[in-house]
């Protein structure tokens, strides 16, 4: 039973905040995040021999984080309990005090940009821009084709762009 | 190569995973549509302002509290189904125990059966064998 808690000790310490990342990103809210997190953990660990050391587990564990978002987000949208951004805690030490505020400026903006996608383009677009994944392992974490993905992923960031430049974000000034 | 077809390899183009032959074709079309260089550059500049912006740090402490409640939580779940996994074996063994027991039941004749032939039937029984059948019955009771 010891052997079994350190190797899910260590399963989560190798997975745990990379995942946590995802389901943040997906339903913008830590304590949420959080708990998609538990669950996705408890549930990959029932099914963890099956993937054991295979170099598809991270594939396989990001698709139980997206599912369960899915489900939250379905729940959310029904109890239109939105209380997004409650703990929203940037760090803002690294940054002085005026690209703190137009750093946090940004932040909400994109946000508010993402939280504008479909469940599914929302899936893609966190999975291709944050997590960097190849369309291949997108596809396999949304159960999804690979030009299905591609097309997704395209619409996703029409919509953000668009999005932020109606916010008057001027690109022009990132590149 | 027209705009549409910009579009349609714009992901592939800003993930570098394009053929170098297209991409050519696509710069040659960039240097002479400034819709399709503006929009190429405001995607990529989409991506690195969505990158820069970082998931909010969870205090360590709140962190391990939460590791600690998901191992043990994976504990209990393994305690159970070692727990569920030993009863359904019992429960296994003992409806297959009752099984054969019926089914024994079922095709062995009743123990003792012999026993229920009242005296009045053996003796028409040794009769027959007798009288109608001419089998010798003592003698086969005390074969010389």
Known sequence: MRQKSEEFDAFYREYGRRL?????????????????????FLRAYR???????????????????????????????????LELLEHYDYRKDSYD?????VHKMLAEQVRAAVETLTEKQKAVFVLKVYEELSFQEIAAATSARIGTVKATYFQALQKVRRHLKQQGVRFHEMS | ???????????????????????????????????????????????????SVPVPE?????????????????????????LAATLASAAVLAVSIVAVRIAGDRTSPPSGWEASL???????????????????????????
């Not at chain 1, 990342?21 to 997190?37: G, P, T």
């Not at chain 1, 939250?72 to 109890?79: A, G, I, K, V």
């Not at chain 1, 005090?97 to 505020?101: C, N, T, Y």
């Open chain 1, 97 to 101: 005090g005026e690209k703190a505020v």
């Open chain 2, 118 to 144: 009242s005296p009045d039937a053996i003796v028409e029984a040794v009769d027959y064998l007798e009288t109608d059948s001419n089998i010798p019955i003592r003698t086969l009771a005390h074969p010389r």
């Open chain 1, 20 to 40: 946590y990342a995802v389901a943040f990103r997906l339903v913008q809210n830590q304590e949420d995040a959080l708990d998609i997190l538990h669950d996705s």
């Open chain 2, 1 to 51: 190569m027209k705009c549409r077809d910009v579009e349609r390899y714009a992901v592939d183009f800003l993930e570098k995973t394009l053929p170098q032959e297209v991409v050519s074709q696509i710069e040659a079309h960039l240097r002479d549509c400034p819709g399709c260089a503006r929009l190429l550059s405001e995607l990529s500049a989409t991506v690195k302002a969505c990158r």
């Open chain 2, 58 to 82: 969870f205090p360590e402490a709140a962190w391990l509290l939460r590791r600690e409640r998901a191992v043990s939580d994976a504990v209990r779940f393994i305690r159970f189904r070692s």
């Open chain 1, 47 to 81: 099914h963890w021999q099956r993937f054991r050391g295979s170099a598809k587990v991270s594939t396989w564990l990001y698709r139980i984080v997206v599912n369960l978002a899915y489900d939250y987000l379905r729940r959310r949208s029904r109890t239109k309990h």
